[in-house]
């Protein structure tokens, strides 16, 4: 079987690029070097050479893409062959065998690793026979053969090395995804926990209201009922059940501030924000002031934790523009022309601030939008008037 796909070095024109490098540097030592040469021994030379050039750049290639092994052994039967006829041409010169030693590389990569120790001996045959095949002397074989056997072991372990780097490297990439995804489910989960917490601490003050504020009110109706039935015939003892009503409506308050001091309704999100919003309005309107919502792109489903921080938001707007614009209108503007946030303007055209000072209500809203890895834009910088822009993830 292949090696898997993820562990093989990728095919560029540098890879091309150092094959024919090396090609071609072989050759020009061999002329540099050949004494004695028929013209159809150089003929036959350049033609080889050419043919081993092409078949090295391109015929790797395909054999890279198809990744089959007895097409990958194929290339090398053919270029062993030529690299064969090469060398025994050149007759040494120049040490014109390393024109055979890139095929060690292409070994290591095209083939699992026990067929490529056969093509690296089938490399080493080639070159023992073309040298002998010539010299007819096995002292010249073995003079070249350590060089030879050296240079192979090093493109073949040099190879490898290479081969585990983008292994490495492929895996610490998909490692890296992984965990990306990983800490978004987390994000995912984090937020689902803390919208499941709210609603829990929400249901728990529910039932405490429910409780001990509907008893209150059930004990104080009782008693101001009891108090009109006396009132005509015993006013001194429907003096007291009025008393006692007051009494019981002291505590209720008491118990009222204890129980919601903590609780903050939010709003019916199965309404979306622009049909909940303008039921804001009426709290501007009865201060003179006239808002005007705009859509931009088209609405669409949020978390729990985006709508409530866009719907606190117009709320801080509004009251911000009541308590200290002197406004007389208020434009609100909600984005959602990007696919990735949503964008809210307030701006009210007032008398402005020029030294401002966030208080409790702008700071917390800033907060609010970093805990959502939004950003919070203050717009004090304008003609008139005060505003703010925030963007919060879709």
Known sequence: MNQPSDSRIRTSSDADLAFAVVVLASFFATFSSMKAATPLEIVLMIVLGTSYLAVGIYGFAYCVKLQNSILSIGYFVIQIFLGAWIVYLSKGAGFNAMVLLPLAGHAVILLPRRISYFIQFGILLGYVGAVYAFSKNLQVVWEGLPIFFAGLIFIVVFTQMALNEEASRREVERLVRELTQANQQLRDYAAQIEDLAIIKERNRLAREIHDGLGHYLTSIHMQIKAANALLKNDPQKSAEHLQKATSLTQEALADVRQSVGTLRSQPNQDLPLEKIIPQLFESAKSFGIEPNLQII????????????????????????????????????????????WVILTVQDNGVGVDNLKEGFGLMGLRERVQIVGGEFTLLENQPQGFGFRIKVPA
């Open 297 to 340: 792109g088209t609405g669409r489903e949020l978390s729990a934790t985006t709508y409530w921080t866009l719907y606190r938001a117009v709320q801080e707007g509004i009251s911000n523009a009541c308590k200290h614009s002197q406004a007389r209108n208020l434009s609100i503007y909600l984005d959602y022309s990007s696919p990735d």
